[in-house]
C-alpha cells in the first residue's frame, strides 16, 4: 500500500506507507529622472479581473488602468506616459505550471503501475526494491529542491526551467523503457530531480512574475496543478487491468508536458527581479513590457530600484541564510514546512483506504478519488480566497479544522459510545481533515515563502525550506509506521492534534499577512538593508 502526501508542494507518494508609497524616483538607461507617486492600490502588474467563478475554471484578463506617470527631464518639462499594449502574465503562469502537474503526476504514477511493473520487472515478491522504487523520486527530490536555488540564482528562472525538463524527460523515458530494476531506479531518482527542482522554481517564478493583487490566487495554482496531476496519474492507470503492460504508456505520457515545458520556457520572459538584480536593465523593461505592457515600465522599474534590489549587495550565499538579517524569515519558511508534515497529513491518507473499507467503501480506487477531490475542491475554494482573506488567515483556520478532523477521527477510535457510527464518523473526519488541509496548510507555504523572502535570498531559502519539507517527509515515513504500532493510531492522531493547535499559536505570533502588498514592500519591512 502506498500513501499519498498532500504536502505543500502536493501530493507524494510513500512505500507503505510575494508600499512603494509617496514618490520615489530612479533614472532610467537615457538619463531621464522618474518620478512616480504610487499609493498601495497602485502596486506594479497589470490589472488581471477574473470572470465568474474562480479555481481552474476563471478566466482572468488583463486589463491595465490608466495612470499618469510624470517624467520629469533635464528642461522641467512634464510628459505623461501611457499604457500602450496590455500585457499578460496568464500565458506564462499556465506554463510555469506545466512543472506542477509533473510534480503530481510524478509522484502519483507509481500508485497504480507499481504492481504491475514489479510483476513485469520480476520483483513481485521483492517489497525492498519495490520500496526502493517508491522512495528513490524523495531522494531524487531532495538533492533537486537545494540543486533548484542554486541554479536559479545563478541562471536565472527560465533557464532553470529549461535544465529541469531535462531529468523530467529522460527520467520518464528510462521509466517507461526499463527492463530491469535498475533502469528504473535511475529513471525515478532522475525524475525526483526535476520535480524538486520544480518544486522550488514553480512557485518562485509565479510569485516573482504576478500583480500584487492577485498573486494569491495564481500562486495558489501551483497546488491546484499539483492535486490535477496527482488525478491524472489516477485516471491514467484506469486501464491497468485490461493491459498490464499499460504502465510503460503511463510513464512516458510524462515526457509530453516535459517537452512542453521546455518549449514554453524558451519563449517565456525571465523574471524581471533577477534581472534587475543582476543588473541586466534593458532585459528586464522588455520582460516587463511583455508581462504588464508597456504603461507599466517606469513604474516596475522604480519600484525595484526603491527596494534595493539594484543595490550593490551581492549574491546571496547559503550561509547568509543564517544571519540575524535573514535568520527569522527563514525560519518561519522552514517552520512551515516542518507543522505541515508533523501535522499528519501522511498517517490521514495512509489509513484512508481502510476507513473507507470499514465504512462500505471497498473500492481503493474510489477511496482515492474522494479523498483527491477533497483536496481539489478545497485548493480551488482557496484559490479564491487567498487574495480576500489573507495567507494567515487561511492557515490559521486550516490548521483549526485539521486539529478538529484528529479529535474527531482519535475519538471514533476509542469511545465506546461512537462505536456504532466509527466508520462514518471516521470518513467524514478523513475528509474534513484533507478539505482542511487544502484551504492553507496545502497551497499557502510555497505561496508564502517567495514573498517573505528577500529578493537576493529568496530562491536559496525557497529551496532550503523546501529541502526541510523533504527530508522530514522522508524521516517521517522511515518511523511512522513504528510509532503507531508502540502507541497506537488514536493516540498518534491525538498527538497530529496537538500539533495542528501549535502551528495556530506560532503562525499567530510569527507570519505576516501578505496580501495585497507587493513583493518590494514585504521585503524593506521583514529585511531591510543594513
Given at each position: 500500500m502506498q500513501a499519498i502526501n498532500l504536502g505543500a508542494t502536493g501530493f507524494h507518494l510513500q512505500n507503505r506507507a510575494r508600499v512603494f508609497s509617496s514618490a520615489s524616483q530612479f533614472k532610467t538607461k537615457n538619463g531621464t529622472v522618474c518620478v512616480i507617486g504610487t499609493g498601495r492600490d497602485d502596486s506594479f502588474g497589470s490589472r488581471l479581473r477574473s470572470g465568474a467563478g474562480s479555481g481552474v475554471g476563471s478566466v482572468i484578463r488583463s486589463s491595465v488602468k490608466h495612470r499618469s506617470v510624470k517624467a520629469q527631464a533635464s528642461d522641467g518639462d512634464v510628459t505623461p506616459v501611457k499604457s500602450q499594449s496590455s500585457g499578460s502574465v496568464l500565458p506564462y503562469v499556465g506554463v510555469a505550471s506545466l512543472g506542477a502537474i509533473l510534480f503530481g503526476y510524478h509522484l502519483g504514477v507509481v500508485n497504480g503501475a507499481l504492481e504491475y511493473l514489479a510483476k513485469d520487472l520480476g520483483i513481485a515478491d521483492n517489497a525492498v526494491l519495490q520500496g526502493w522504487i517508491v522512495s528513490t523520486l524523495l531522494a531524487g527530490a531532495t538533492v533537486g529542491s537545494f540543486t533548484g536555488g542554486s541554479l536559479a540564482d545563478q541562471f536565472g528562472r527560465t533557464k532553470t526551467f529549461l535544465l529541469d525538463a531535462i531529468p523530467l524527460t529522460v527520467g520518464a523515458f528510462f521509466c517507461a523503457?526499463?527492463?530491469?530494476?535498475?533502469?528504473?531506479?535511475?529513471?525515478?531518482l532522475l525524475a525526483g530531480i526535476g520535480i524538486g527542482i520544480s518544486s522550488a522554481i514553480v512557485p518562485l517564478y509565479i510569485s516573482e512574475i504576478s500583480p500584487t493583487e492577485i498573486r494569491g490566487t495564481l500562486g495558489s495554482i501551483n497546488q491546484l496543478f499539483i492535486c490535477i496531476g496527482i488525478l491524472a496519474a489516477l485516471v491514467a492507470g484506469l486501464p491497468l487491468a485490461a493491459n498490464p503492460l499499460w504502465w510503460r504508456t503511463m510513464f512516458a505520457i510524462a515526457a509530453v508536458p516535459s517537452v512542453l515545458l521546455a518549449l514554453g520556457m524558451a519563449i517565456s520572459p525571465e523574471s524581471p527581479r533577477w534581472l534587475v538584480q543582476?543588473?541586466?536593465?534593458?532585459?528586464?523593461?522588455k520582460a516587463i513590457k511583455t508581462l504588464y505592457g508597456d504603461g507599466k515600465v517606469v513604474e516596475v522599474m522604480a519600484d525595484l530600484s526603491a527596494s534595493g534590489q539594484g543595490s550593490e549587495e551581492q549574491d546571496a550565499g547559503w550561509f547568509d541564510l543564517f544571519s540575524a538579517r535573514y535568520f527569522k524569515v527563514v525560519s518561519v519558511g522552514a517552520a512551515l514546512f516542518l507543522f505541515q508534515q508533523l501535522a499528519g497529513i501522511n498517517a490521514v491518507v495512509y489509513y484512508s483506504t481502510s476507513v473507507f473499507r470499514t465504512a462500505g467503501v471497498a473500492s481503493d480506487v474510489a477511496a482515492?478519488?474522494?479523498?483527491?477531490?477533497?483536496?481539489?475542491?478545497g485548493t480551488m475554494i482557496a484559490s479564491s480566497l487567498m487574495d480576500k482573506q489573507g495567507r494567515k488567515s487561511l492557515l490559521i483556520t486550516s490548521f483549526s479544522g485539521m486539529a478538529i478532523s484528529m479529535l474527531l477521527l482519535s475519538l471514533s477510535f476509542t469511545w465506546k459510545v461512537l462505536a456504532p457510527y466509527s466508520g462514518p464518523l471516521a470518513v467524514i473526519g478523513t475528509v474534513l481533515y484533507v478539505l482542511s488541509f487544502s484551504l492553507g496548510a496545502g497551497p499557502v507555504p510555497a505561496l508564502l515563502l517567495p514573498e517573505i523572502f528577500a529578493s537576493?535570498?529568496?530562491a536559496k531559502a525557497v529551496a532550503l525550506s523546501l529541502g526541510m519539507h523533504w527530508i522530514s517527509n522522508f524521516v517521517i515515513g522511515l518511523y511512522f509506521l513504528s510509532v503507531v504500532t508502540k502507541f497506537g493510531i488514536s493516540k498518534v492522531y491525538l498527538g497530529f492534534a496537538s500539533i495542528c493547535l501549535l502551528a495556530v499559536l506560532y503562525i499567530g505570533g510569527n507570519v505576516v499577512e501578505t496580501k495585497g502588498r507587493s513583493l518590494e514592500?514585504?521585503?524593506?519591512?521583514l529585511s531591510p538593508a543594513t
Open positions: 523503457t526499463a527492463t530491469n530494476v535498475q533502469t528504473m531506479i535511475i529513471g525515478r543582476q543588473k541586466k536593465i534593458d532585459q528586464a523593461e482515492s478519488a474522494l479523498v483527491g477531490a477533497a483536496n481539489v475542491f537576493r535570498i529568496r514592500d514585504i521585503e524593506r519591512e
